[in-house]
């Protein structure tokens, strides 16, 4: 069974400050790494497609990469309304979107 | 605004009742998806239908059941409800089936299903 680990639970960050998320998994034929962005009371919103290792993309702030084990968002110099829970899934070989718990990011002005 | 409509937004039921949530998903999407969402079990995959069809079921208990009807729009019903089915319940919607697509999924807001 797929399995998606998210580090830390929950990172709270002064604004202008950078840091890191970690997405770690164990998948049956990788065929994609997504990184979703989830506001209190809202559905997940799609940011990021990653399909191989050593592949970036870049939206404003955010940056993902993607190792063979791994996926990391990096949130540079972020604001106030970067604050949210980040959701990373994979979809391996049946197709199916396995979902990890999520890290709540709370940046402080 | 992902596009994708779902309805009630809350409900409070009781143990063993019957409840249907209704989802409408963005113009021209085809597929659409049921997730459950809880505290402690995050997004969880529930069933996904393409275009009135189930192409993909994950741990959907017996008790639930859902379909898709000839309009695309999609029902998900739990019956004999208990109070671990407390959660939110997310349907999403994209416009081919998962394995010819981005995994871009658009969700709707959630059903905010509390059983008491």
């Known amino acids: 069974e797929d399995q998606v680990t998210q580090s830390p639970e929950a990172l709270r960050l002064q604004e202008g400050e950078s840091s890191s998320l970690n997405c770690s998994y164990t998948?049956?034929?990788?065929?994609?790494l997504f990184w979703y962005r989830q506001d209190p009371g809202k559905g997940p919103e799609f940011l990021f497609t990653l399909y191989s290792a050593g592949e970036e993309k870049e939206k404003e702030r955010l940056k993902a990469t993607l190792t063979k084990k791994e996926s990391f968002l990096h949130i540079t110099a972020p604001k106030p309304e970067d604050s949210a829970t980040y959701l990373c899934?994979?979809?391996?070989?049946?197709?199916?979107?396995?979902f990890g718990a999520g890290t709540t990011v709370t940046v402080r002005a | 605004d992902s596009g994708v409509t779902q309805t009630p937004k809350h409900l409070i039921t009781a143990t063993g009742q019957r409840v249907t949530l209704r989802c409408s998903p963005r113009s021209g999407d085809l597929s659409v998806y049921w997730y459950q969402q809880s505290l402690d079990q995050g997004l969880q995959f529930l069933i996904q239908?393409?275009?009135?069809?189930?192409?993909a079921k994950g741990n959907i208990l017996e008790r639930f059941s859902a379909q898709q009807f000839p309009d695309l729009h999609s029902e998900l019903n739990l019956s004999s409800l208990e109070l671990g089915d407390s959660a939110l319940y997310f349907c999403?919607?994209?416009?081919?089936?998962?394995?010819?697509?981005?995994?871009?999924?658009?969700f709707g807001e959630g059903s905010r299903l509390t059983v008491l």
């Open positions: 999403a919607s994209s416009p081919r089936p998962i394995s010819g697509n981005t995994g871009e999924l658009f």
């Open positions: 239908y393409y275009n009135g069809e189930e192409r």
């Open positions: 899934a994979v979809q391996g070989g049946d197709y199916k979107l396995s």
């Open positions: 998948v049956s034929g990788l065929r994609g």
